[in-house]
């Protein structure tokens, strides 16, 4: 959805380690933070 983040995403699913475990997890997808792209899926797990 337009205006995400990775950390609103982390607190909105309750992911452990907030936006920068998602960043870690999606590093391979995502390699900058600030540009998630709307449609992009991520992993939270």
């Known amino acids: 959805m337009a205006g995400d983040t990775l950390s609103k995403i982390a607190k909105q699913f309750s992911v452990t380690g907030g936006y920068q475990k998602l960043q870690d997890l999606n590093a391979k997808y995502i390699p900058n933070a600030d540009m998630i792209l709307v ?4 992993a939270t797990k």
């Open 39 to 42: 449609g992009q899926k991520i």
